[in-house]
């Protein structure tokens, strides 16, 4: 609540943007801290979903043909190859989110990947019109391209099949509340916009 309205004010809305990158940081503190059963897959898997999401990110920003043609501003902290640090431990933190998630429906490996993709797409669908508002990054033409979309599902999904295989994660109400949370505040953003 906190922060809707803090965005949503003229007066401290420029002071909320700021601290964007520390709300981030807080949200995975917080995961981890809830998170049972560290161990060298799980910390392994941690480390290369966090690594190739900030890769494939880098490649996005540089060819524009994986999401389309964007590019990121400075609001999201130090930037390697013109792409925020920040962003690679965002992959891992979706990831994590969205396969404890998919996980609660109980199916098979692949389903719950796919499931994982889904939630991610979910994500970003409630994320995209704020990230552009609040100038997280920008899209060429102002236009969300529908590839942005397919490609989180794509790479949502193989991130998620990848992290989910041989890793017995226990149960996170961390994770879904984390992730609802996200939800509610980007959607409360675009109403309130």
Not at 125 to 145: D, F, H, K, R, S
Not at 168 to 179: G, I
Request: glycine share 6%; charged share 5%.
């Amino acid at each position: 609540m906190v922060g809707i309205v803090g965005m949503s004010l003229p007066q401290t809305h420029n002071l909320f943007v700021s601290l964007s990158v520390t709300n981030i940081l807080m949200a995975i503190v917080l995961l981890l801290f809830y998170h049972k059963g560290f161990n060298a897959n799980f910390i392994a898997k941690a480390i290369t979903v966090a690594v190739a999401g900030f890769l494939v990110e880098v490649a996005g920003v540089k060819t524009g043909l994986i999401f389309g043609v964007y590019h990121y501003t400075n609001v999201l902290g130090w930037r390697l190859f013109d792409v925020p640090l920040l962003l690679g431990l965002n992959w891992f933190f979706m990831v994590y989110c969205s396969v404890q998630i998919a996980r609660l429906f109980k199916v098979a490996l692949i389903p719950t990947a796919l499931l994982s993709g889904l939630f991610m797409v979910i994500y970003d669908v409630a994320l995209e019109p704020n990230a552009i508002a609040l100038n997280y990054w920008q899209w060429a033409g102002n236009t969300i391209p529908l590839q942005n979309y397919i490609a989180w599902f794509g790479f949502g999904t193989l991130f998620s099949l990848f992290f989910a295989y041989k890793n017995k994660l226990q149960a996170s109400t961390m994770a879904l509340f984390l992730y609802t949370i996200q939800i509610v505040f980007f959607v409360a953003l675009i109403i309130l916009r």
